[in-house]
């Protein structure tokens, strides 16, 4: 068929055909050298970066006698500050989780992907490593020249030099990440004497490997393949979202700047085709044609174009924080008519107070009880009726306390088994008891009754109670 | 091939067909490759550690020596070990001893929970609630006596009830009336119980001799529950009429406790005593 005769149908197809070659992925056949520069997202960058450090120093902090913070799994309890927290308690970090998803939701509707952008460890940890390789190997022309080069000793030392600090940070990652769950000092000196145990080892072992890939070699690859935030978070993104945007309206039709041009005969829109918010950009993407599924809304760009825009003399944001509605001449919808920051905000005070709630009713003695329900209830020779349960005290306090079980319902209501209690502290102390009442005193199938379990702790009276039920013959 | 090749420049392999559909030589991607030869390397790895290859009638062994079994076994190991502690000083305690050391007794009963199931379960119940036929061991009526020891015996020996068919000496108006007086937990009222030699087993009261293991008549607790549609009296007419364990008499009840002596061994029936024990009704 030649070019002469098209037919419509070809045409259609070539325009496909034409938007695809500007549709450029990176599969990582090419290692992005990201030019690096300042700026003031650069610096907000670090600002929201540094809240890692927390990371690193947070185990060492010390709370009395233990570690301030410590998820310590084996013992099945958590140490936050002054608060314990069983497995009892756990409905709390479902709530907790629901109000990070909705977190990251409301945050990706307002400003897109500014957690991939500022605050996500692939990013942070991929901006330490790169900001390494500037350090050691140059700016990224250089970067790109010494890959290519051959293997001398120059380049070898440089090489095993950036290695070498890239593990060393990946081995403290997997042990940073390890000492929230296991008493950080204990640690170090366990790690070294080889005595920290198999977890601890695979658990470093999996996050130093983890760490020195992820962040040493697939870098934007992960957040192209294998985080599933990046798809998800494209599609909370709407048209009144702020995204790094390239104002198109201004910059097109882009051209070089022509020498001995004067300002005013300019025929050219104010991108100067510099290609200056490509070479920074860390994830290869061309801001240019839009915002795509590579940018991670960092912010990087608008640092590049800011600094052109100066140079030139030529009013800055050519790329900024925008939203589509504005672009496209309309106006933003303020935040209160959005609904979903509405919706969104309403399940999140909703997790936040079933937290609170929680966290205030988070009682020292705790009581379960458990109704048998093989036989529900028999009958004994003198004519009462017998229920069996089992109770489990659990004690959060630090120290084992004698508790005293009371059981309140119908007249004649006996408590058989309840006496001399222990309850072990940080643990769940169970004992089966039983219940007699006076078949003549049990006025339906089901009387409602109350348990209480009572012990004292360094003067101070803690209590807890359930409800059961008492379950007799029907009639 | 690689001369005339109307699409030159672009990887292709040199196979076309209809003159444009043409096989390229891209590589996969690099992640690819490397999962590709990682997992191979993996698969190599695993056979030298691991029991795989088939070679001849069994696998090849795998130089870690790990087999299901010995995995198994060492797990059972574990729990016996676990065990053992609280084991060794069961065996030179009886039961009444175990009962009363509240540690020992909470590990009897959680620890011999699963052989109840098996054994004692299918008849009783798994909560001791009893079934049709069969008696609760929840309740503190006991046929034979609820003492710890008495349990014990119960499980070793067996049990067999014997109570001969009174249709041949009660008319069937007599019977109604001294089932009547049952039912209502007042067997004495009905002077048939004395003329007619009931007080012999039940007792001159008519609360049942553990000795012979008859049945305590003024509880209102009954060793053969009612089946379906029936009253509580009917059933007790029925078995004054026909009997337990009459041979005589092919409607008689029936009610036999096998003896458990020779299968299990002392410490086992010493632990379901005492688990039968908790189920609230030992004495
Ligand atoms: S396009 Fe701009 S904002 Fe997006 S990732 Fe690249 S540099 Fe960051
Ligand atoms: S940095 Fe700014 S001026 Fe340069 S190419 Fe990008 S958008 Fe155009």
Redesign the interface.
Known sequence: MSAEQKSPQQSAVDELYDEAEHWNLN???ETIHAKRMGGLWRNIKWLSASVWILFFIAPYLRWGDRQAILFDIPNRQFHILNTTILPQDFWMLSLLLLFFALLLAVSTALAGRIYCGYFCFQTVWTDVFTWLDEKLEGTAPKRRKLDKAKLDFAKFRIKFTKHLIWLLISVLTGISFVAWFYDAFDLWSDFFNLQAGSTAYGTIALFTVGTYVLAGYMRE?ACF?LCPYARIQGVMVDNTTLVPTYDFKRGEPRGRIVKGQSEDERTTGDCVDCKQCIAVCPTGVDIRHGQQEGCITCGLCIDACDLVMEKLDRPKGLIRYESLDVLEGGENRPLLKRPRVWVYGLIMSAALAGIGYGLSTLDALELKVIH????LF??????SI?N?YTLKVLNKMTKDVPVKITATGPEGLILVDAD?ITAKHGKVT?R?V?LRVPKSNLKGENTPIIFQVEGEESGEVFVGTRKSVFIGPKY | MADNNPFPGENNTGHIWDDNIRELANPP???WMIAFWASIAWFLGYGVLYPMYPIGQKPTEGVMGWTQIKEYQEGLDEVVAVRAEFENQLKDMSAKDILAN?GLA?YT?ASVKVLFGDICAPCH??????GPGFP?L????WLFGGTVETIEQTIAMGRKGIMTAHGKILSDDEADKLADAIAAGNPTSDPNFLQKGCIACHGMDGKGMQMLGSA?LT???YRFVPGEGESIKDSVKQTILHGVNDVTDPQTREAVMPSFGDRLSKDEIKKLAVYVY????GQ
Not at chain 1, 372 to 375: L, T, V
Not at chain 1, 378 to 383: A, F, R
Not at chain 2, 138 to 141: F, I, N, P, T
Not at chain 2, 278 to 281: A, D, E, L, N, S
């Open positions: 599969t990582g056949e690859q393949w048998a329900r093989q036989p028999v009958l004994l020779s003198n004519g017998q069996k001399g169970p089966t039983f | 991607p690099r992640w509240p909470d009963v119940g798994g909560g001791g609630q009893g609760v929840a309740d503190d009526d305590n509880d209102g607790i908790k189920f609230g009704g």
